[in-house]
């Protein structure tokens, strides 16, 4: 078994069967070192469509893998990924297909035991662009646009074009592998070549920056929330050119809002109308180029503001009547309430009670509390005022007082 890093004690004896006991002892102390965990990509600038070889080190099981991640992706989101075929070192091969996006940074991470736990990642490489190429051959068929040619007899032109990748610019033409001929108007992408002997396959060398999908946007709080619609926001990202934005009740987005635009403007709001009232939505966006289309931003809720379904209802009472406003509303999330007294917020005390809840009391009312009596129902989407209730007191009859009815008659002669 591998011996664990560290100073590592060892004692042993010398047994003397003879007289049966020890006749010497000995102990040893021996420093064992571990190297940790390694990982790393050749060649360090690979090409589109080419294939490259993780090395490993030290994998510590059989369930050990490695996975190739955008550099700053979490452990969650990998492009391609195998468990490693040796305990301990070896080699893993990927092909960069085209999941692999050119100009974009990479990197090899290695995960223990099945987990997502790192314990190794190798240094970032990005994706270069493979420079286009063109066969012509002398050996029967016809030519094609793109420049690939057949049956072409020694000494014959044909015209080639080069297809340059996105954000680049055309350099020259090369002749590379096997072949002869004779290229012509060497600094233009359309050229022509003159057949040699043997087959020959030229080359467009290309130049600058390959044009990359764009980052993805960030979303962030929608704006003009009613109980239909509201506004979509999102910060600009790099290299859009324009955006998708999808809107959805389910927070899976497993159906969406119909009638949003496929794509929008180069713009970072929109506003989406026609909604179902009292429903939760919820919405993210992409960013678009010619080169692509950038991840999911984050998920942004939209709750509605409230609406009042309930409204308190107006009242005529005598003096010293108890009474009770109620009032309903909707909203998500669920709405918190506050009465007021003409436009003011009640607090609970003396006769008045239950001032944040759907139902007001008040309890042996007098003239002084005669008023119009509101709710407002809030939540983080906004508020709602129900309409007044108008509470009217009067006086009501005179009122005996009992207290020390037995009188003394005295009568004086």
Known sequence: MPAASGTQYFRGEVWDTENAGVAADWQAVVVVSASSPSVAVTPPSPKSGQSITVTYAQAPDATTWIGLYKTGDSNLSYVNSATVPNVGSGTLPFTLGSSYQVGQSYEARMFSSGS?????????????????????????????????????????????????????????????????????????????????????????????????????????????????????????????????????????????????????????????????????????????????????????????????????????????????????????????????????????????SNVTSTTLMLTNVQTGDAATYTAVATNTAGSATSSGAILTVSSGGPQNDTTNQNQLNIHIP
Request: proline residues 7%; contains cysteine; glycine residues 10%.
């Open 116 to 352: 997502y736990n790192v314990i190794a990642t190798s240094s970032s490489f990005t994706v270069a662009a493979t420079n286009p190429t063109y066969t012509l051959t002398v050996t029967g068929g016809t030519v094609d646009g793109a420049g690939s040619a057949s049956g072409l007899p020694t000494g014959a032109i044909k015209g080639i074009v080069a297809t340059v990748p996105n954000g680049q610019t055309f350099t020259r033409w090369s002749m590379v592998g096997a072949g002869n001929g004779v290229i012509g108007d060497a600094l233009s992408s359309s050229t022509t070549f003159t057949v040699g002997t043997t087959d020959a396959t030229v080359q467009a060398i290309c130049s600058g920056v390959p044009l990359i999908p764009p980052n993805p946007p960030i979303a962030l709080a929608a704006t003009g929330i009613t109980g239909t619609g509201f506004t979509a926001n999102w910060s600009a990202s790099t290299r859009a050119t324009s955006y998708q934005l999808d809107v959805s009740s389910d927070y899976t987005f497993s159906s969406y809002v119909p009638g949003i635009p496929t794509n929008l403007d180069n713009v970072t709001t929109y506003v989406v109308s026609g909604l179902n009232p009292n429903t939760n939505y919820y919405y993210r966006v992409r960013a678009v180029n010619t080169a692509g289309i950038s991840a999911n931003s984050n998920t942004i809720s939209t709750s509605p503001i409230p609406a009042i379904t309930t409204q308190p209802s107006s009242q005529s009472v005598s003096a010293g009547a108890n009474v009770t406003f109620t009032v309903a509303a909707t909203g998500t999330p669920a709405p918190t309430y506050q009465w007021q007294k003409n436009g003011t917020n009640l607090s609970n005390g003396g006769n008045v």
